[in-house]
C-alpha cells in the first residue's frame, strides 16, 4: 500500500512538471467520487492530466512559483489508520522516505478531520534541478486513500511558503 501511495504520488508530480494547460485559474472543486473539496485562488491554474496513465486525478501549478500540486488516489483498506495505530502511520512516513531520493522530514503531524485519519508530512527531498520541499497530506479512507502534494524548489518555497502549505491543508476529505 505504501509503495502504491507514493509511486502514485511521484507519477502525479511528474506528469503535472511536464504538463501545462490554458484553463480558467481560480478553481472551487468538489469531487463526490473521490470525496474531497477542493479551493484554490487565482495563482493557481488547472492542469490537464485526463490522459496521464496511473497518474493524478487533478493537477495545478502555481504561477508565482512555478510549484504543481498533485492530487492522486490508491484503492486501499486502512484498519489500522482508523484503529489510529500509530505504528501504521511510522510505516507510511517511512515509506515516503525510503522511496524519496534525499528525504528530510521537516514537519509530521497526523490528525483527524471530519473523523477521517490524516496526515500531514512536510519534507525535504532531492529534486531534478536541486533541493525540493513538499507538503503532503495522505487521508485514509475506510477502502481507499487520496494523497496531495505539493511541490516547489526550496528556495522558492521559502518565498511562498504561506500560499503553498495553504493549499496543501485547503484540500479536505468530504464524506
Known sequence: MIRR??????????????ASS???????????????ALSLD??????????V?????AGFRHADSGAVLAVSRVDVANPAAWR?????????EDGVAATTPGYKRL??????????PVLDLVFSRDGAAGIETTALRI?????????WAVSAQSAVWKQHEHALTAAAAGLIPER
Do not use: M, Q
Not at 501511495?5 to 511536464?18: E, N, T
Open 22 to 36: 490554458d484553463a480558467v485559474a481560480g478553481t472551487e472543486l468538489h469531487d463526490g467520487a473521490n470525496y474531497f
Open 107 to 116: 514537519r509530521s503531524k497526523r490528525r483527524s478531520i471530519d473523523d477521517v
Open 42 to 51: 487565482d495563482t493557481w491554474t488547472p492542469v490537464d492530466v485526463a490522459g
Open 84 to 92: 489510529g495505530d500509530k505504528r501504521f502511520f511510522r510505516e507510511v
Open 5 to 18: 501511495l507514493r509511486r502514485s504520488a511521484v507519477i502525479g508530480l511528474a506528469a503535472l512538471a511536464l
Open 139 to 147: 487521508v485514509f479512507f475506510r477502502t481507499f486513500s487520496l494523497s
Open 53 to 57: 496513465t496511473d497518474g493524478p486525478i
